[in-house]
């Protein structure tokens, strides 16, 4: 009676794939010692006037709920963010705050996409998105980012794989895993390929102040504002990947269906995290700068050693990720990453934990403390050669 009602589970969600980085990190903290490069999560804490703020309002009393769409001051400077830094016009009545990232792209593909909607997917792209689109019972159209084009997406590509069923294209610019940053001038064709098939734009930006040049641009500065909505965190930014603080800024139409969204997913955004985030967004930036220079060294010394080894790779524009070209070691990415685990002790994601676009490539994480990198860099290095 029990088995039965058990095999009346979702057959959806039972066949929706396991996250490939998940699968290696498993197995990497099985070896000891290893290297871990696998996961992107920074490695600096939290700033310390962070984790005071939050102190400070949890024995203030602010333990409560509140509202679905976020605490009021923190909309307010969320709004100033946004129209400062991303270069676009919102109000606060545009900005929604929500569980990470992960909970805004997942509320915002639920508050414009119907059952059997097509929305169109980067491959290699975040595994998340695939993982939504399933769940949300959307069919999804892969576009592929190739070396060939600087991994970036290509109208035509764009064009070849859309039908007249897509309503959605997600865009993840600094990408991860690729560090690919989409440039005004292509930003503006994307934008003009939305309009002319009436797409949504759903951005993802979570690496928006992770930036190594000055390529980035924000879809809604260049792209139709009403068509287009953007997800950004404190995550990456101010190293609070725990506190699970995101926002969301989007036009009207949209913004009222997330906010609405907010009451059966999460209700509201912990308390506390909304306060620690706002002292995070007024408070001293130079974390922020801190942090990106240490991933700018990262990135230049890693791919320094990757490009004096022959092994082709991008330099990334964003993010703190560096796509590796592992061909050179004659097996598939997967085979090729849980051997360097079990043979070098090193933890990277296989290509293909990313979609089948990352057939012979593998993601290096640089928020990791630099001898270990570098030493991790090395011994990828000799697996390739040898
Ligand atoms: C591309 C991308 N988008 C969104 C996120 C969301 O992060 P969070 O939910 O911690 O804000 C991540 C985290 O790894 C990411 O890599």
């Known amino acids: 009676m029990i088995d039965q009602h058990l095999a009346g589970v979702s057959a959806g969600i039972a066949a929706m794939p396991r996250s490939g980085i998940r699968e290696i990190m498993d197995a990497a903290w099985q070896v000891p010692?290893?290297?871990?490069?696998?996961?992107?999560?920074?490695?600096?804490?939290?700033?310390?006037?962070?984790?005071?703020?939050?102190?400070?309002?949890?024995?203030?009393?602010?333990?409560?709920?509140?509202?679905?769409?976020?605490?009021?001051?923190?909309?307010?400077?969320?709004?100033?963010?946004?129209?400062?830094?991303?270069?676009?016009?919102?109000?606060?009545?545009?900005?929604?705050?929500?569980?990470?990232?992960?909970?805004?792209?997942?509320?915002?593909?639920?508050?414009?996409?119907?059952?059997?909607?097509?929305?169109?997917?980067?491959?290699?792209?975040?595994?998340?998105?695939?993982?939504?689109?399933?769940?949300?019972?959307?069919?999804?159209?892969?576009?592929?980012?190739?070396?060939?084009?600087?991994?970036?997406?290509?109208?035509e590509d764009l064009e070849r794989v859309c039908d007249s069923g897509a309503r959605v294209l997600?865009?993840?610019?600094?990408?991860?895993?690729?560090?690919?940053?989409?440039?005004?001038?292509?930003?503006?064709?994307?934008?003009?390929?939305?309009?002319?098939?009436?797409?949504?734009?759903?951005?993802?930006?979570?690496?928006?102040?992770?930036?190594?040049?000055?390529?980035?641009?924000?879809?809604?500065?260049?792209?139709?504002?009403?068509?287009?909505?953007?997800?950004?965190?404190?995550?990456?930014?101010?190293?609070?990947t725990g506190w699970r603080v995101g926002y969301v800024a989007s036009p009207a139409r949209a913004t009222v269906q997330i906010a609405k969204l907010q009451e059966p997913l999460i209700s509201c955004v912990n308390a506390p995290a909304q306060y620690a985030a706002l002292a995070a967004l007024t408070g001293p930036q130079d974390i922020v700068a801190e942090m990106n220079r240490a991933y700018h060294e990262r990135r230049d010394e890693v791919c320094r050693r990757l490009a004096a080894a022959g092994v082709p790779v991008l330099l990334p524009s964003g993010a703190f990720y560096v796509w590796v070209d592992v061909r050179a070691a004659g097996l598939p990415s997967r085979d090729f990453a849980f051997t360097l685990l079990r043979e070098r002790a090193v933890a990277v994601a296989p290509g293909t934990a990313f979609g089948p676009g990352g057939e012979g490539f593998a993601r290096i994480s640089l928020a990791t403390e630099p001898s270990a990198l570098y030493e991790g860099i090395d011994r990828l290095i000799a697996a390739l050669d040898g």
Do not use: Q
């Open 33 to 155: 010692d290893a290297i871990l490069l696998a996961v992107g999560e920074p490695n600096f804490p939290t700033p310390a006037h962070v984790v005071e703020a939050a102190h400070a309002a949890a024995l203030d009393g602010k333990t409560g709920y509140v509202s679905n769409a976020g605490i009021p001051e923190l909309r307010d400077a969320l709004s100033a963010k946004v129209r400062g830094r991303n270069r676009y016009d919102v109000t606060p009545e545009n900005i929604i705050v929500t569980c990470g990232g992960v909970e805004g792209i997942f509320a915002s593909l639920a508050a414009v996409l119907e059952p059997g909607d097509g929305i169109l997917l980067p491959d290699p792209g975040w595994p998340n998105f695939t993982m939504m689109a399933r769940i949300l019972r959307a069919r999804v159209l892969p576009y592929p980012l190739v070396a060939a084009n600087d991994f970036l997406p290509t109208i």
């Open 170 to 240: 997600l865009l993840n610019s600094p990408s991860n895993p690729l560090g690919a940053v989409i440039d005004r001038e292509r930003m503006a064709e994307i934008a003009a390929f939305a309009e002319a098939h009436d797409l949504w734009i759903v951005s993802d930006e979570c690496y928006d102040a992770t930036l190594f040049d000055d390529r980035f641009v924000s879809a809604a500065a260049v792209a139709d504002p009403e068509r287009t909505i953007a997800i950004y965190t404190f995550s990456k930014t101010y190293a609070m």
